[in-house]
Nanobody, 124 residues
Framework: QVQLVESGGGLVQAGGSLRLSCAGS????????MAWFRQAPGKEREFVAA????????YYRDSVKGRFTISRDNAKNTVFMQMNSLKPEDTAVYLC?????????????????WGQGTQVTVSS
């Protein structure tokens, strides 16, 4: 079992930046592939970014490539997502997730543990 707690969300103007954090506890954090998903009101939850267990491989949805950067610090049991050049369409609840599958995956069903989420609101 692993518990995940997100932080760092907030209200920002378009073009601004935010840094999300996800602190994990429980089983060894470095054994999990980590990812960020987001869910906007009235929309399906969607994949945003994922990072391999070592941090050596990262994956992004096309709409955030070049603007968002996922990283992790296994010594601190934390995964981060730096979000730059934010757009109103990035407004959503952002959730951190952990998967025990070895390969990095973008599939929600592959993720075993989820945080409660942190709200990101981008004003135009």
């Amino acid at each position: 079992q692993v518990q995940l707690v997100e932080s760092g969300g907030g209200l920002v103007q378009a073009g601004g930046s935010l840094r999300l954090s996800c602190a994990g506890s429980g089983r060894t954090f470095s054994t999990y592939v980590m990812a960020w998903f987001r869910q906007a009101p009235g929309k399906e939850r969607e994949f945003v970014a994922a990072i391999s267990r070592s941090g050596g491989n990262t994956y992004y949805r096309d709409s955030v490539k070049g603007r968002f950067t996922i990283s992790r610090d296994n010594a601190k049991n934390t995964v981060f997502m730096q979000m730059n050049s934010l757009k109103p369409e990035d407004t959503a609840v952002y959730l951190c997730a952990a998967s025990s599958i070895v390969a990095v995956t973008t599939t929600q069903a592959s993720y075993d543990y989820w945080g409660q989420g942190t709200q990101v609101t981008v004003s135009s």
